[in-house]
Each structure stands twice: as structure tokens, then as C-alpha cells.
């Protein structure tokens, strides 16, 4: 593949940087490759919830991250009408759901089933409301709303300003070794350095989304957990291939274990390092995984 159509070094990559560090890191490995490629890379701060209409309209031009539970809605929806293009599945299995340290389950018996949390649920009270337990979670939306009041859970969950007040949570929490619940994901810095559990709800069905009758309420829905073995998807922009062809090439040829994930989220997070130094500290560690996936004719170095 020749790379003369990138000789135009007035060719700018425009790639979205979500508010989760694993995608902000490799979203950083990957431009530096395509620089390689002889193009200039540009980087844009936005929630997940933005880029669809800026990836339709080729102002960012791929995700490399798309995780079904909290992004299949309006992934499904744009790629059924040509507004994205799917650009394949990581073989990494993710979850994404309520979450504890493992030493929580000496405070609270029965964990991780949900009817045991439930029973816990004063544990993780605040002091202002000792009569509810608190969910920290952040801007995603996983109707964890509806959960809670399609099982009677006695929570109430509040919204935290990022991932990193996430963090300092679950860190201020984890050193003494204090009751507490929140969102996490896998893969995550969190499977390599904190050992925890997810909350076991309800097994998830599609019909718990859509049949109000299905599962143990019959008169609400959502009365169940999240997928245990969701997706993790690419997408890019409707021209991206006849546009940037090597591009195109590279984002459909990564392919991210779940250590590759865990490692870019803990490089940064739990390392200290910034997203730059992550990015750099992850492509030497992965640099044979990287080798298969360039197109050496497409670099310019």
C-alpha cells in the first residue's frame, strides 16, 4: 500500500479522547503510529455522548473503544443508518457494573449477591442520609436509576465529576478499609492492583430492556444486572477508508487483550504517568503486538 496519499502533511487525524483513562492512553499509542504515517494528529476532549454526531461528520475520525452496555444504544443505531462504520471487535470480553474491594465482603455476608448488598445497604450510608447506602458512579448511563427502583434497592447513587474523583474515592476508601460501592469496568487498572468483585444482580436479558412482565418484577423494567461478557467495538467515520486508507487499516487490525487495557489504565492511574508517557510506556511493552498490525509501507519513517 503506498503512502502518497499522506504526503500531504496538511492531513489531519482527529482523535476523540473519552473521560476513561484506558481509551485516552491507547487513543495516544495509536496517533503516535499514524504520525508515523506521515499525518498530523489532533486530539479533542469529549463525553462519550458527543462524538456519534462529530464521528458522523468526520470531525473525529474513529473510536476505539466502544463498550456495549453504556454506548451499544447509539452505536447500533447510527451504524443500522450509514452514520458510523463498524470497524470490527476487540477479542477482549468487558463488563461493566456495580462494584466492591474484596475486603467488603468480611463487612457484608452473603456478597456478592445483590440481596445481601441490599441488606448491607446502611454500610454505605453518608453520614447526612444514614437511612440509604450511596452507588458512586459518573456521567455514564447504565439506568442505574431504574435498577434500583425496579429491585427496591435501598441506594441512592451519586454522580461524581470524573474518573479520577472516582478513584480518590475507592483509594480513600480502599486505605481504611471502609465500606463502599461504585462503578467499575474490566478491563481496569483495578483487576491489576486492587482485588474486588462485581455485584451479581439479576442475570441480564434483552427482554429485561424491552418485556416489563420478564424478570422478578413484573411492572418495571430493567429489573436485572449488566451483560457478564459485553463487547468492546471500533467505529470511524463513513469515508474514513477511501479518505485515509492506511488509517482505516490500522484501527481494523487492533485487536486489545484485556491486559493491553489493563496496563495502558494503570500506567497512567495507578502509575502516575501522564497520558503521553503511558501511551509511550504501553506501545514499548506491546511493540511485537503493534508490528502486526502496521503496514509498514504506509510509514513514512
Not at 454526531?53 to 451504524?79: C, D, P, T
Not at 461524581?160 to 475507592?170: G, P
Not at 492492583?193 to 418485556?211: A, K, L
Not at 469515508?239 to 485487536?255: A, G, M, R, T
Request: charged letters at 20%; glycine letters at 4%; proline letters at 5%.
Amino acid at each position: 500500500m503506498s503512502n502518497t496519499y499522506a504526503s500531504n502533511k496538511t492531513d489531519v487525524i482527529s482523535i476523540p479522547l473519552n473521560n476513561w483513562m484506558s481509551q485516552r492512553v491507547l487513543s495516544h499509542a495509536l496517533g503516535n503510529i499514524i504520525e508515523g504515517y506521515g499525518y498530523t494528529v489532533t486530539y479533542h476532549d469529549m463525553p462519550a455522548s458527543d462524538q456519534w454526531g462529530a464521528m458522523q461528520k468526520g470531525l473525529v475520525h474513529f473510536q476505539i473503544e466502544i463498550w456495549q452496555q453504556s454506548m451499544s444504544g447509539q452505536y447500533n443505531r447510527m451504524v443500522a443508518n450509514n452514520m458510523i462504520v463498524d470497524l470490527g471487535v476487540h477479542s477482549v470480553v468487558v463488563r461493566e457494573e456495580w462494584w466492591y474491594p474484596k475486603y467488603v465482603e468480611e463487612l457484608c455476608p452473603g456478597l456478592p449477591d445483590w440481596q445481601a448488598l441490599n441488606k448491607c445497604s446502611k454500610l454505605f450510608s453518608k453520614d447526612s442520609d444514614p437511612s440509604k447506602g450511596v452507588f458512586y458512579t459518573i456521567d455514564w448511563n447504565y439506568q442505574d436509576a431504574d435498577l434500583i427502583r425496579a429491585l427496591d434497592m435501598n441506594f441512592t447513587i451519586e454522580r461524581l465529576q470524573n474518573e479520577e474523583a472516582l478513584w480518590q474515592k475507592l483509594e480513600e476508601a480502599w486505605l481504611n478499609k471502609k465500606p463502599i460501592i461504585l462503578i467499575n469496568w474490566t478491563p481496569n487498572w483495578t483487576d491489576l492492583h486492587i482485588p474486588g468483585r462485581f455485584v451479581e444482580f439479576p442475570t441480564y436479558s434483552i427482554e429485561c430492556e424491552t418485556d416489563v412482565s420478564w424478570g422478578i418484577n413484573p411492572n418495571l423494567l430493567h429489573d436485572c444486572g449488566n451483560p457478564k461478557k459485553g463487547w468492546l467495538r471500533k467505529a470511524g467515520w463513513p469515508q474514513l477508508e477511501k479518505s485515509y486508507p492506511c488509517v482505516y487499516d490500522l484501527i481494523k487490525k487492533i485487536d486489545f487483550s484485556q491486559r493491553m487495557i489493563a496496563d495502558a489504565a494503570s500506567f497512567a492511574v495507578f502509575d502516575g504517568n501522564s497520558e503521553a508517557k503511558a501511551a509511550k510506556r504501553w506501545a514499548i511493552k506491546y511493540r511485537n503486538d503493534i508490528a502486526k498490525w502496521v503496514d509498514t509501507s504506509c510509514s513514512t519513517q
